[in-house]
């Protein structure tokens, strides 16, 4: 385990500010952008958006090379790559003139999002601090969360003011002039483990027991549902009586939840286990949607709320629960492997809720819900390597 010589404090909100920035200039771009840039290449929606789905697919094929990387030799170059890839990947787009160029700025843009977004920075905190790195991740995971609120705002007002394409240019400076030196300065080197001998190679290591299927599918339900809430809640709210304004606004409400719980698990939820809270978070959406089934349009906050919650607590679980349950070693390349399926769910969720949606909303509601109650079986069964790696992870 690495010794950090800045403080947890400032090496938490340097992350989590690069974060903010890292998920504002690709997770959430496209929503804000994208209309644009389709009406100027003279494209579809559809396409562009395709484009988004494409790019997310980029980290299910290169995530898990990135992650031996970074047990091996330290997340500290890694990070710093992120900022110049998304940097170029923006550059790309800001300059393209036609279809095979945004494809290219897209496919580019994913592989700096594998390089860069929460895995990587996850897996240097644990590296600082072995198991007692809940706190600290849940901290970036806090600060992170507020991407959406900081991001689509702020780059609505850079397309208003200087176009799409300025946007882009903002962004990417943002990622060279800001970014790359916050990173170099705030993260101390880490080496990862290749200095140490090993009997066995990551993979060999690294088995896909029961309890990997079981994480595995539990994130992979749980992305899938957050990127079906993210595009559709609106949509669903709005079928259930509410006008689209209305609806609108009611879905604001899931961010604000999820940066909420997500502060509570930083202050006063830290010293349950890992696995309960977990399960907690996997009632909440069905929770929300008995409240909009049973009361139709005026229990519409109960669903925004409740998908908020459960996913703001499974996003800190996804960084925390692998660290509890196997502790730090191979860390990074263990999470990868957890979250390829998470990543081809997540790239056909907004698809197939479309369809459900369009046959019945009734039906969409309760599907999502029951791929949370799939979760919550899969929280049974799991348990940390030894008590004391326990109390270390929750202290």
Not at 80 to 93: D, K
Not at 122 to 127: C, R
Request: proline letters at 7%.
């Amino acid at each position: 385990m690495e010794t950090p010589s800045r403080p947890q404090s400032l090496i938490v909100a340097g992350f989590g500010l690069g974060q903010i920035a890292a998920f504002a200039s690709s997770f959430y771009l496209m929503g804000v952008l994208g209309d644009g840039i389709g009406q100027d290449l003279h494209l579809s929606p559809a396409f562009v958006f395709g484009t988004v789905s494409l790019s997310l697919l980029v980290p299910a094929f290169v995530a898990p090379a990135i992650a031996r990387r970074i047990d091996a030799r330290g997340g500290k170059p890694v990070l710093l790559a992120s900022h110049a890839v998304i940097a170029g990947a923006l550059a790309l787009l800001a300059t393209a003139p036609n279809t095979a160029a945004l494809v290219l700025a897209m496919l580019v843009l994913g592989f700096g999002m594998a390089l860069g977004l929460s895995p990587t920075p996850f897996a240097i905190l644990v590296s600082f601090y072995g198991e007692a790195a809940r706190r600290p991740i849940t901290g970036v995971a806090l600060i992170s969360g507020l991407g959406s609120v900081v991001g689509w705002p702020l780059t609505g007002w850079l397309a208003g003011e200087l176009g799409w394409r300025g946007a882009c240019w903002t962004w990417a400076g943002v990622q060279l002039l800001v970014c790359l030196p916050l990173t170099a300065w705030i993260c101390p080197k880490t080496h990862g483990h290749a200095h140490r001998p090993q009997p066995e190679t990551p993979a060999a290591q690294v088995r896909w027991d029961r309890p990997m299927v079981q994480l595995a599918v539990l994130f992979a339900c749980a992305w899938f549902v957050s990127t079906c809430m993210s595009a559709h809640l609106p949509r669903l709210l709005a079928a259930f009586g509410l006008p689209m304004s209305t609806a609108t606004a009611v879905a604001g409400l899931m961010g604000l939840a999820a940066v909420t719980v997500r502060g509570l698990e930083y202050t006063v939820l830290r010293r349950l286990p890992p696995i309960v809270t977990t399960r907690v978070a996997t009632l909440m959406h069905p929770a929300g949607a008995a409240g909009l089934l049973s009361l139709g349009g005026e229990g519409a906050a109960a669903l925004a709320v409740g998908q908020g919650a459960g996913n703001g607590m499974l996003t800190v679980a996804k960084g925390v629960l692998p660290l509890s349950l196997w502790g730090s070693s191979n860390y990074a390349y263990r999470s990868a492997l957890l979250g390829r399926p998470a990543i081809f769910a997540q790239a056909a969720g907004p698809t197939l809720y479309a369809l459900a949606l369009e046959r019945s909303p009734t039906l969409a509601i309760l599907g999502s819900s029951a791929l949370c109650l799939v979760m919550f079986a899969m929280t049974f069964g799991l348990s940390s390597r030894d008590p004391a790696a326990q109390e270390a992870a929750i202290a």
